[in-house]
């Protein structure tokens, strides 16, 4: 809640400023205060992000990784910083006393900035835009994969893109990474193991590739595939794969395919921070078919 909105539902200042001093309300920002927790509790991340927009004013709205986070598209590192933008010369920094509040001169059109949740936040084609003039290759092909899998964007929104960004700074790479997002990627891991194997020449032939018996039975589905070589590559994340039911599952899963004539290969994160690693594997697996 604002100052403002506390005032306006008959509040006195006095009133505000006793809530505060007892931990009966925690001020996230200026002017804005958290309600509903103890002084013990830490603020949720949503409930952060909301009060640094709130406290900088009507026109302020989440841009960015914050925007990126808040649409859940994945792909960006984490970190605790929160982007906000202000058009003009109202993005003031002295006006921000959290040193994680990040603000920017940017201005959108408004029919560029949506709600999330209560939130004033960039669209994902504007979000996702901003975060490719200034992302890395790897990074920012992989929130291109996340906004197209989560079908926040569609293959004609990316072709509307570089009369976003042109003439800005980073323009150029950007519109090189466009030409390299595939939404059927489904996790940032498996983008940056996909781009491990183009980069190494031996790029898969297909995504999400489904393997059947004789009969029609699913035996597997696999990230990425060399079909005329029978060979599958999975990405193995912590989370969906740590859990021992998906260990379980993905052993059966490798164990049909094996018996089915199929090579399968398994790689983590790490082995994405290894440039050589994945496509040196890939290369000896498919020269062992030949």
Not at 144 to 150: K, T
């Amino acid at each position: 809640m604002t100052r403002a909105q506390a005032l306006g539902a008959g509040l006195g200042r006095h009133e505000i400023d006793h809530l505060v001093a007892i931990g009966r309300w925690r001020s996230l920002a200026r002017a804005v205060y958290l309600t509903s927790a103890r002084a013990a509790d830490v603020p949720p991340r949503r409930a952060r992000i909301r009060a640094a927009v709130l406290s900088l004013g009507p026109q302020a709205h989440a841009v960015l990784g914050t925007a990126a986070e808040l649409h859940r598209i994945a792909g960006l590192p984490p970190t605790e910083e929160i982007h906000v933008a202000l058009p003009g010369p109202a993005a003031r920094p002295a006006r921000v006393h959290d040193p994680a509040v990040v603000v920017h001169q940017l201005g959108h059109p408004p029919g560029a900035v949506t709600s999330v949740a209560g939130i004033a936040v960039t669209d994902p084609m504007c979000t996702v835009a901003g975060i490719l003039l200034r992302a890395p290759r790897y990074t920012a092909v992989a929130v291109l994969d996340s906004a197209l899998n989560r079908q926040l964007l569609t293959p004609d929104d990316l072709a509307a893109v570089p009369a976003l960004i042109r003439g800005r700074r980073g323009a150029v790479a950007a519109r090189g990474y466009l030409t390299e997002a595939d939404g059927r990627a489904q996790s940032p891991l498996e983008t940056r193991a996909r781009l491990r194997c183009v980069d190494g020449g031996v790029p898969p032939d297909v995504l999400q590739l489904e393997v059947r018996d004789h009969d029609g039975y699913l035996l597997g589905v696999g990230d990425l595939g060399w079909r005329r070589a029978r060979l599958i590559a999975e990405a193995d994340g912590g989370g969906p794969h740590a859990a021992p039911e998906a260990l379980f599952a993905d052993r059966q899963r490798q164990n049909r395919l094996v018996n089915a004539g199929w090579t399968v290969l398994r790689f983590t994160w790490a082995d994405t921070l290894r440039p050589d690693y994945i496509p040196f594997t890939v290369r000896q697996a498919l020269t062992a078919h030949r």
